[in-house]
């Protein structure tokens, strides 16, 4: 994963409930040419328009009074420019949006079976964007791109004169820096070479109004889910070799509010409910395991029932102790069949980071599939969407679903890879050849500035067969390449992917449980410490098959723009030639002191002081 601060990515990275624990537990210059949208009056708007004004909430009036003030007085005056103190003639912003993330959120931890912390927050965040310029040349170009961006809390209730304050201090704040960065980007473009991609700097795209209904505020029975929290992670206190566990639930409702100078005004409701049960340890000599499981909902009462949970968590914590104990497996070449939730990390990571937009374009992006547009890049029988438009997939909820990109845009599927053939990318508004306009993909974690981003990736097959059918092919495989076992892959944890041209276009995804399967029908082997890792192109050309049943991987991911919900999809697949190598092993050792006796007779039922 890149600094916050750094120009342009090195790693992107997938992560599941580990980033998602982090996160809980610890965001020419021609005329300017645009369409500002004043906020609408009694007097001049239409029926239409009149609906909409009445019903937009107060937060987002005074959001578009701020925004039509700073964009009619910005540049009005000579202003001095910080890096050099020189005057220059006023500079009107041509774009300006508002972006406020209103989040409402309940956060329930325990460990061995007692209640960590128990809170509730709430939280108003605000993006204000200003570019300078024009689109086809702004402040923002090349190594810039965060200049336009400026992050301020605001007042958690709607007291108008305190929102419009907090809004004028951060637009100004942003105008300097945008003004200074313009001038370093002048300065630039007559000392450097000649860019490879002389696109424009940003799209102009057609204004969406769609403000929708208002939700309830976030409930939830907080004494019912330490109930439940402490019954889960009490499992562990049966394992005394498990040394750290945790159950987590984290409910947030959050509102999403965009306005900008180009007449987009959006407001977008989003719930969301998640339950992570995690758990470590570590083998005799120094390497640490990890396991996991995640529940997701659209709100809590939706979550799966305590029976579910619970049988999952026992067959987790006994999966985890077995694991201690299972051999340590060599560097491998050859055949593998990764499950389908392996498999949908294996292609967020080799292929979706490599599809999104901005990585087209720019000195330092490898731009491994740029060229490649009607070209194969996979088997014939394999295609590949992006659908952020999916709430579900097969009735289980996915975690990458949004109404509107953090750019104000329609979220949109896009068909990415048909029949093997690559025909586009994962745009937002920054544009590259060939693409001027942004797909509904530009996305972004709070403070950050948004770039093409996956939301839900889609793996299909039309060369599926059952999975005792995959099997026989992976050993069949391995025969033939004189091995004596396949590898399967079960369950992984995270990846990461390298894309920048200064080093090598690799992946590396970290599976969590890995089979060896025998040639000559001997048991699958439980194995540990393996990575799978390789360069993109090979490894997506080995595809051999695929099985029937498509599975699901929700998780957080990583880039320049920050962490956000990503999920992907994708069958069970055999790939005829895979790279392994050893994780690291660590040296600590395991607890020295065992545990202390598990007292049958510990109060689990009763409630933490304080934290209501």
């Not at 491998?332 to 990571?349: D, K, M, Q, T, W």
């Not at 990461?496 to 969590?512: E, G, K």
């Not at 050309?541 to 498509?550: E, G, Y």
């Not at 607890?591 to 039922?605: G, H, K, R």
Request: aromatic share 6%; proline share 8%; glycine share 6%.
């Amino acid at each position: 994963m890149t600094s916050p601060d750094s120009p342009r990515p090195v790693v992107a990275r997938f992560d599941s409930v580990q980033t998602i624990l982090r996160h809980t537990l610890v965001a020419s210059l021609c005329a300017p040419a645009f369409a500002l949208v004043p906020p609408v009056s009694a007097q001049d708007a239409t029926p239409a328009q009149s609906a909409t004004a009445a019903q937009q909430p107060p937060l987002m009036d005074a959001m578009a009074t701020e925004l039509h003030r700073a964009i009619a007085e910005l540049g009005s005056a000579i202003e001095p420019v910080a890096s050099t103190k020189e005057k220059i003639p006023p500079q009107k912003p041509y774009f300006i949006s508002y972006s406020v993330a209103d989040a409402e959120s309940v956060t329930i931890t325990s460990q061995y079976g007692a209640i960590m912390n128990s809170n509730e927050t709430h939280e108003r965040t605000a993006d204000v964007q200003v570019r300078l310029g024009s689109p086809a040349q702004d402040n923002t170009h090349d190594a810039h791109r965060t200049s336009a961006l400026t992050t301020m809390a605001l007042p958690l209730t709607d007291d108008r004169a305190a929102i419009e304050r907090t809004l004028w201090y951060a637009t100004n704040r942003g105008y300097g820096k945008a003004l200074d960065a313009l001038e370093k980007v002048k300065t630039e473009q007559q000392v450097r070479a000649r860019e490879e991609d002389s696109s424009p700097d940003f799209t102009v795209e057609r204004a969406h109004v769609d403000i929708l209904p208002t939700q309830p505020p976030l409930t939830v029975d907080r004494s019912a889910w330490e109930s439940r929290l402490r019954e889960i992670s009490g499992v562990f206190r049966q394992y005394p070799n498990i040394f750290y566990d945790t159950a987590v639930l984290q409910a947030t409702h959050e509102t999403d509010y965009f306005v900008s100078s180009d007449g987009t005004r959006v407001a977008a409701p989003n719930h969301v409910a998640r339950l992570i049960v995690a758990a470590r340890t570590r083998a005799s000599d120094g390497m640490d395991m990890f396991r996991d499981e995640t529940f997701e909902a659209d709100s809590t009462g939706h979550l799966p029932s305590q029976a579910e949970v619970m049988a999952k968590t026992q067959a987790m914590a006994k999966g985890l102790n077995d694991l201690r104990t299972a051999p340590i497996t060599e560097p491998y070449n050859g055949p593998a069949i990764l499950s389908g939730r392996a498999a949908a990390v294996f292609f967020h990571e080799v292929l979706g980071h490599r599809l999104e937009g901005q990585r087209q374009r720019g000195d330092e992006e490898g731009e491994t599939f740029t060229k490649l547009l009607g070209k194969p890049i996979l088997p014939d029988f394999l295609s590949v969407a992006d659908d952020p438009t999916l709430t579900q997939y097969n009735g289980a909820p996915l975690s990458g679903h949004y109404l509107f990109d953090d750019e104000g845009q329609p979220a949109q599927r896009v068909q990415l890879v048909q029949d093997g053939v690559l025909q586009t990318f994962l745009m937002s508004r920054l544009p590259i050849a060939g693409f001027a306009n942004s797909n509904g993909h530009g996305r972004a974690e709070t403070g950050k500035m948004p770039t093409g981003r996956q939301g839900n990736l889609i793996v299909t097959s039309t060369k599926a067969v059952s999975d005792a059918k995959l099997r026989q092919m992976l050993k069949e495989a391995a025969r033939k390449q004189g091995k004596t076992y396949g590898l399967y892959f079960e369950d992984i944890s995270s990846g990461f992917a390298v894309t920048t041209r200064r080093s090598p276009q690799a992946f590396q995804v970290i599976p969590l449980v890995v089979y060896r399967v025998y040639v000559d029908g001997r048991p699958d082997e439980l194995v540990r410490g393996v990575s799978i890792v390789g360069t993109p192109q090979a490894a997506l050309r080995s595809i051999v098959a695929t099985d029937d049943q498509p599975q699901i991987f929700n998780g957080l991911c990583g880039a320049e723009s920050g962490t956000i919900p990503v999920s992907a999809v994708a069958p069970a697949m055999l790939v005829s030639q895979i790279e392994t190598q050893r994780q690291a092993q660590g040296t600590a050792r395991p607890p020295i002191v065992p545990p202390p006796p598990l007292d049958e007779a510990s109060n689990m039922t009763s409630s933490p002081k304080g934290g209501r």
